[in-house]
């Protein structure tokens, strides 16, 4: 980040004198990243250093401040050598932080290359391909295959994860950061606090609330029954989602370490499981859980301000991604029309 912080505002801290205020412009740098999630100011400082690379080919080019008529050549290159739409909006986010990070005017502004961009989502965009929401029917399916009273711990985690997801509307991310400290039991539900999600850019936490539904799909009974095989202690501030390996002396499976499982070996193990029960692995992922959820939810006529609560949703247009609306909320609205 050398380059970014010693151009434009940063040329300031040359004239600092005093050695408080030198010590505090060495400081600022770290504050000023921390306003980006880690994992966005690791992306676009890649797609800055993408276009830096590029630029030094050509001694007529400036990184920083950069030109707007050079950038669009930047990005017609890339087009050009067959980069896909998210790969020039990458390039253009990461040059755009960089000015805005230097406090230097922000070249994307222009016009120019708002047309190049729009002209790759329109041209150079892959077909969006959708999972389909996981629905009860499927979950049915996997807790009467996996869910035995004498399973295995590995189908027992798999299960309660699932279902959590789905009732819970949670992220991956969410789910698999869930700590027994975090959870409550209490009469006819659990509640879960949820250190932090994507949508909490603050994290600020927010508690989740799940409903026992007495059936043996109910997540109450089986985040409860998950605990007790897993031997997980009631003040605990281990995450309960862990790696498990096989103990020969106990005979059994136990949860080892006190790191998250992993998104990928979750996803393996769910891919497996789909293959068990007949179920096309391609037409659905790990994220479908909560997208399920979210559509049983709206189909049913859960109020809107209770919806956004419960997923943790900022926007309609989130929402509106996550749903698909049964074929009855579709035809309502012909059917209203007076025909």
């Known amino acids: 980040f050398s380059g970014i912080f010693s151009v434009g505002i940063w040329r300031d801290k040359d004239d600092l004198v005093h050695q408080d205020l030198v010590d505090l412009s060495t400081k600022m740098p770290g504050i000023v990243l921390k306003s980006k999630a880690d994992a966005t100011v690791v992306k676009y400082r890649r797609a800055f250093t993408c276009w830096k690379k590029w630029a030094s080919r050509f001694k007529e080019i400036t990184v920083l401040p950069a030109n707007s008529f ?8 890339l087009i050009q050598s067959g980069k896909r739409s998210p790969v ?6 990461g040059i755009r932080w960089a000015h805005r990070v230097a406090g230097l005017p922000d ?14 989502r329109r041209c150079y965009s892959d077909p969006l391909k959708k999972k389909e929401p996981i629905d009860v029917v499927i979950l049915e399916k996997l807790v009467v295959r996996f869910g035995r009273e004498d399973c295995s711990l590995v189908d027992l985690r798999f299960l309660t994860m699932s279902i959590l997801s789905y009732a819970g509307f949670f992220r991956f991310s969410e789910v698999s950061s869930i700590r027994r400290s975090d959870i409550s039991f209490h009469e006819g539900y659990v509640r879960i606090f949820i250190e932090k999600s ?20 109910c997540p109450v009974r089986m985040l ?16 309960i989602f862990r790696q498990v390996s096989y103990c020969k002396k106990q005979r059994k499976y136990v949860l080892r370490g006190n ?16 293959r068990e029960i007949g179920i096309d692995v391609n037409s659905f992922g790990l994220h479908t859980f909560r997208a399920g959820g979210a559509t049983a939810a709206a189909n049913a006529g859960v109020p809107d301000r209770l919806f956004k609560r419960h997923g943790r949703r900022v926007s309609d247009t989130a929402k509106v991604g996550y749903v698909k609306d049964d074929i009855k909320e579709l035809l309502s609205v012909t059917s209203m029309l007076g025909l």
């Open 107 to 120: 070249p994307c502004q222009h016009d120019l290359i708002k047309n190049i961009t729009e002209a790759a």
């Open 70 to 77: 050079h950038v669009g050549l930047y990005l017609t290159s």
């Open 198 to 217: 994507k949508t909490d850019v603050y994290r600020d936490g927010r508690f989740i609330v799940v409903a026992a539904s007495g059936s043996k799909l």
């Open 259 to 274: 790191k998250p499982i992993s998104y990928t070996r979750t996803r393996e193990i769910f891919r497996e499981k789909c």
């Open 88 to 93: 020039i909006m990458n390039a253009v986010y």
């Open 224 to 239: 409860h029954r998950y605990i007790s095989l897993a031997n997980i202690k009631e003040d605990s501030y281990e995450f």
